[in-house]
């Protein structure tokens, strides 16, 4: 069966750096993907990698290795407001989205 | 109005009742989703439209019938749901059919609460 792992919460400090890992097992891969969803909003996109290596955006970067299945979110400089869950999706082969339950990230003071 | 707007945001709705859930979106995409969110899960396609034909649904009960009128707009007709159903519907739009990313601009949900 097709499978995303990530934690399901994280805590980290205010000004910090933390990374949120995303492990993968899919049918066939034709990119992957990172939402923000605040509590009670909608998800919104973050970033989007289909090739190996790192991509950064301001304070936010996201890193994919194809070979090992892996990606990761990397966030700098952690402001309160990125309290949030961070969602990991690939899409497979026949271009279904196939998502992760969500890693709830904590930021304290 | 822009982005992807979603009717009611909350809604409180006993096991024999009707009701639907409205999306509409001001993007100019030609697909449209529904989504489940339940706590602590992936999230759960239902059902897919792209240009107001229905091209997904993910064996969800017929207690939900989707319609989509237009390409601008979505709905979830729901009728004698089940406690279980209880979650956030999330509705998304997307342009399919570019070259690169399928990126889905996504509604703030409507929160279901079944009794």
């Known amino acids: 069966g097709q499978n995303i792992d990530q934690p399901t919460e994280m805590t980290a400090t205010e000004g910090a750096i933390v990374q949120i890992n995303c492990t993968y097992q899919?049918?066939?891969?034709?990119?992957l993907f990172w939402y923000q969803q605040h509590a009670g909003e909608a998800p919104t996109f973050l970033s989007y990698?289909?090739l190996d290596g790192l991509e950064e955006k301001g304070r936010f970067s996201s890193f994919l290795s194809r070979s090992k299945g892996y990606s990761y979110l990397l966030l700098k400089e952690l402001q309160m407001k990125d309290s949030a869950s961070y969602l990991c999706?690939?899409?497979?082969?026949?271009?279904?989205?196939?998502w992760g339950a969500g890693t709830k990230l904590i930021i304290k003071p | 109005e822009t982005g992807v707007t979603q009717t009611p945001r909350h809604l409180v709705m006993g096991m024999t009742n009707k009701k639907s859930l409205k999306c509409e979106q001001h993007?100019?995409?030609?697909?449209m989703y529904w989504y489940k969110q339940s706590a602590k899960k992936p999230l759960e396609l239902m059902f897919v439209?792209?240009?107001?034909?229905?091209?997904e649904n993910n064996s969800v009960p017929s207690r939900f019938s989707p319609e989509c009128p237009n390409s601008s707009h979505l709905f979830l007709h729901l009728h004698t749901l089940q406690p279980e159903d209880s979650a956030l519907y999330l509705c998304?739009?997307?342009?399919?059919?570019?070259?690169?990313?399928?990126?889905?601009?996504f509604g703030a949900g409507s929160r279901l609460t079944v009794l």
């Open positions: 439209y792209n240009f107001k034909e229905q091209t």
């Open positions: 899919t049918s066939g891969f034709n990119g």
């Open positions: 993007l100019g995409h030609n697909a």
């Open positions: 998304a739009s997307s342009q399919t059919g570019n070259s690169g990313a399928n990126v889905l601009t």
């Open positions: 990698n289909v």
């Open positions: 999706a690939v899409m497979d082969s026949n271009y279904q989205l196939i």
